[in-house]
């Protein structure tokens, strides 16, 4: 259903009712890798199972004074197989869906807003996303029922200071959690990155962009990581068809990243070696 309160104003609403549908690559009763450490297992029980939502949507516009507003919510409900996880040898860990049934729960909302400033060309937005899941999962025959949080907060912005001088700035700060049983302990993970490029323009030739990104992701109160990164290149137009460029990644010469990922019954930690400091020339010809 959508309904029109004027040209500014719009309501839409949403439901459905489906029945899951069937997997057929879970249509396997051995053991497949994903990773190190991590097996799944298929199942030949091809049964389905209900579920249904409900959706709503608002949006607003009023593209002279450049506002633009956007609001969607969502929840769903229904019923599924009981996610079940169990060791093999203590080296490896098998996922599979179980022929138990459980019930699940997901509620979302988000929220965007943006402003456009015409006299300065450049246009601020605003976001917001949340989301909660409850549901049961289980761990070597033991059950457990478990509530998951995740929130979202992010800004953007991109204008022109200047007619020589640009800004595109994005920065978002994410906050997910997890509780177990009736368990008091909260299992949290914070985590934020940002980016901003400034882009150069001293003459029509050459253009030159400078970025710089910093991440962070903290697990509880002792693990975190933190990392930034700084680049910089440029571009120079000898004529419409001929270009020569150069970019120089990664200033700061880092040589690891790292992050935590949290899900039900489980805390994954992930890093990475990366391309140290590092710099390429080149042209590029059209024809």
Not at 45 to 53: E, F, H, N, T, V
Not at 62 to 86: C, H, M, N, V
């Amino acid at each position: 259903m959508k309904y029109d309160f004027g040209p500014r104003f719009t309501v839409k609403a949403m439901t459905d009712y489906t029945m899951s549908a069937i997997d057929e690559q879970q249509i396997f009763s051995g053991l497949i890798m994903q990773d190190y450490k991590y097996l799944t297992q298929g199942r030949t029980d091809l049964g389905q199972l209900p579920g249904y939502s409900i959706n709503m949507e608002l949006e607003y516009r009023d593209p002279l004074k450049g506002w633009f507003i956007k609001g969607k919510g969502r929840y769903s409900a229904g019923k599924d197989f009981e996610q079940t996880r169990y060791f093999l040898n203590d080296d490896y860990i098998v996922n599979v869906l179980s022929n138990n049934i459980s019930n699940y729960v997901i509620g979302s909302s988000s929220t965007e807003i943006s402003k456009t400033f015409f006299k300065s060309a450049s246009k601020l937005t605003g976001t917001f996303d949340f989301s909660r899941m409850n549901s049961t999962i289980s761990q070597n025959n033991i059950q457990n029922e478990y509530t998951g949080s995740y929130y979202v907060v992010g800004i953007q912005y991109k204008g022109n200071i200047t007619r020589w001088l640009g800004i595109n700035y994005s920065g978002s700060y994410e906050y997910s959690t997890y509780v177990i049983g009736k368990s008091e302990s909260i299992i949290a993970n914070h985590s934020t990155d940002h980016n901003i490029t400034f882009t150069l323009l001293p003459f029509d030739k050459l253009d030159i962009d400078l970025s710089c990104d910093f991440y962070l992701n903290k697990y509880g109160t002792d693990t975190h990581f933190s990392a930034y990164f700084i680049n910089a290149s440029a571009w120079y137009y000898i004529n419409p068809d001929i270009q020569v460029f150069i970019h120089a990644k990664n200033l700061t010469d880092q040589r690891n990243f790292s992050y935590t990922s949290l899900q039900p019954m489980q805390i994954t930690h992930f890093e990475y070696k990366i391309r140290p400091l590092n710099i390429l020339l080149g042209v590029q010809v059209k024809f």
